[in-house]
């Protein structure tokens, strides 16, 4: 079926599809995955009974046959941009010639969640037993049918915000169930959702299943062959990624694309390399390169041959809004900015640890605020007692076989005289050489981490999930309680 989707008066698209879904929110479900739209929305089609004049979609049997346009309004964003969001009908924006795109769709439930509204029947029932519960405290008696419905639009609602939902996020939302719903609560457990939670994510497995039939990427990836043996890694979205395994372009082809790479790989080898041109491949090839960085686990030195334009700062800026919808150096420094003196006043309450007392020392000759942001992150393994070190110093004159040994993930700090020179690091290999000042070093890597699929070194997890979801607020709903400790003492203020 061919559709017509109006976001905006400038942004029309033209997407084909196999099959319409059999309900309205099915619909909705499928928008939001196909052009990346966020929160509750609003489908509107031409009516041919009314001379093609808008009305609100309300059952899909009023939909024509083989053709519609459809305009599409999202409840929750004001307006739709298309260079922060990517979807599997155009690649062809970059939000690098944008305004910094915005951080609020993330890979994690809204808290608190939205029960969604259920069939007609199903609704009555429960506005029946909740009058029936509140007056005497009778417990509806729920039918596998009525039961299947309510969990198969808590599925699709949940799947819109993250596929792989955590245990928290389990009991987060069957709490949300039986809390608009106290009908439902269960006379046998404890806090009356326990049956609920583990309904749910039986249902949830299912969903995914038949999303992983019907082709979807994301899911398709970690689905097995009969008599594989094992349980391999979960191959999902780790760090609240938007677009972690997208769809194809509209119209491209696997092997089309892979004849841009190679073009590509032809143009960086140029003394003068076209950035115009890179940048509207690098964005026409991203679903191709995902799935190759995802499915294969590729080392750094491969992909580095693969996809040189990767490696270049600018594209990896893009890239990382590409993943995030989220503006990589500008994320990170407004983040440090705002904790800046709370996170100076916490390291000087830690007056036991001599390595924050001599990073602290040091600003008494530099107080600058980049030297204050320098301070911040270089102190964040210690203060949070992570057991390996985020930057290596070296002298210039050391022997330079020696300078990264050793150092699957970090930063280098080369020492010459009263000068210092950054680098990042991975697998051993200098990636960025020459950054001019620590926190952009520390920017890139974050960047190259998303970009590569690197999971974070475990000696530094807690370091890197400060900077991801307390300075660069991506996924800062579900932190650890070491780090959710830490977040408590930021907002705290001083007394």
């Known amino acids: 079926m061919l559709l017509r989707v109006i976001l905006g008066q400038e942004d029309i698209r033209r997407i084909t599809i196999d099959s319409m879904p059999e309900t309205v929110i099915g619909l909705h479900l499928m928008l939001k995955n196909m052009l990346g739209l966020e929160g509750d929305l609003v489908v509107q089609f031409q009516d041919p009974e009314f001379s093609n004049e808008l009305c609100n979609l309300s059952c899909m049997s009023e939909l024509p046959k083989d053709k519609v346009t459809l305009k599409v309004y999202s409840k929750n964003l004001e307006s739709h941009q298309t260079d922060s969001t990517l979807d599997t009908a155009s690649l062809t924006t970059s939000s690098e010639e944008s305004h910094p795109p915005s951080a609020s769709r993330l890979r994690q439930l809204p808290q608190p969640f939205q029960i969604p509204t259920f069939s007609f029947d199903v609704e009555l029932k429960l506005r029946h037993g909740n009058e029936a519960f509140h007056k005497d405290g009778t417990l509806l008696d729920v039918s596998k049918d009525t039961k299947s419905d309510i969990l198969d639009k808590i599925a699709e609602a949940i799947y819109v915000h993250n596929p792989y939902p955590t245990r928290e996020e389990y009991d987060l939302v069957s709490q949300a169930l039986v809390e608009k719903h106290p009908c439902l609560r269960e006379p046998g457990s404890v806090n009356g959702w326990y049956c609920w939670k583990f309904s749910l994510k039986f249902k949830m497995g299912n969903f995914r299943q038949k999303l992983r039939l019907a082709g979807c990427p994301e899911l398709k990836i970690n689905s097995r062959s009969p008599g594989t043996p094992g349980k391999g890694k979960l191959k999902r979205a780790r760090k609240s990624e938007v677009n972690f395994l997208p769809d194809l372009p509209e119209g491209k082809t696997q092997g089309s694309l892979e004849d841009e790479r190679t073009e590509m790989v032809t143009e960086m080898k140029k003394r003068k390399i076209d950035w115009q041109q890179i940048k509207e491949m690098m964005n026409s090839t991203f679903s191709l390169r995902r799935k190759q960085i995802v499915e294969d686990e590729p080392p750094v030195a ?194």
Not at 329 to 350: I, T
């Open 302 to 495: 491969d992909v580095r041959a693969r996809w040189p334009a990767l490696f270049s700062e600018r594209q990896i800026e893009a890239e990382f809004a590409r993943l995030t919808s989220v503006d990589l150096k500008g994320s990170l420094f407004a983040g440090l900015d705002k904790y800046l003196l709370r996170f100076l006043e916490v390291y000087r309450a830690r007056s036991g640890l001599v390595e924050l007392n001599s990073l602290l020392s040091t600003l008494d000759n530099d107080s600058s605020n980049q030297r204050q942001r320098a301070v911040v992150l270089m102190g964040l393994p210690y203060y949070l007692k992570d057991v390996a070190k985020l930057y290596k110093k070296v002298q210039v004159t050391d022997a330079e076989e020696d300078w990264t040994k050793g150092m699957a993930v970090g930063i280098l700090m080369a020492e010459q005289n009263d000068r210092v020179g950054f680098a990042v690091v991975l697998e051993e290999e200098i990636i960025f050489p020459s950054i001019s000042d620590f926190p952009t070093a520390v920017a890139l890597l974050m960047g190259l981490l998303f970009a590569l699929n690197i999971d974070y070194p475990r000696g530094l997890k807690y370091t890197f999930e400060v900077i991801q979801k307390v300075l660069m607020d991506i996924g800062g709903g579900q932190c650890t309680a070491l780090v959710h400790g830490l977040k408590n003492r930021l907002l705290r203020k001083k007394k």
